[in-house]
């Protein structure tokens, strides 16, 4: 099964999205930072990203402006935030995402989004 990287600094998140990800089968690390999300995708090598866009120190854009710069077009990013202003979803597609969800979300929404993204080529 695939491997995600979830980026989130709230322990409750990591744990909600933990336990519905592994629910699904895959395998799922996570990254209590932007700065330990960009180590992590260097040796992970994961095969979608799921970040939190604000985080404290290295924000989730700034990751994922890094990650880009590592890896290029792969993996999918899908940036979640509970900001949702145009600008903000401007800020991430600009940053490198492959998709955004506003947060609260509906898990069967971010499981579907998951699935197209890990099916695209």
Do not use: W
Not at 63 to 88: C, F, K, N, W, Y
Not at 95 to 111: D, E, H, Y
């Amino acid at each position: 099964m695939p491997t995600i990287l979830i980026a989130d600094d709230d322990p409750v998140m990591q744990s909600l999205l933990n336990g519905l990800l592994t629910a699904q089968g895959h395998t799922v690390h996570i990254a209590g930072n932007g700065a330990d999300a960009v180590s992590a995708t260097a040796s992970l090598q994961p095969d979608l990203i799921v970040m939190d866009m604000s985080m404290p120190g290295v924000t989730g854009f700034q990751a994922v402006r890094q990650i880009r710069a590592q890896t290029g077009a792969a993996p999918p990013i899908i940036g979640l935030s509970a900001h949702t202003l145009p600008e903000d979803y401007t800020e991430a597609y600009t940053a490198g995402c492959t998709a955004f969800i506003s947060k609260p979300f509906q898990p069967r929404a971010l499981l579907e989004r998951i699935r197209d993204l890990l099916k695209s080529p």
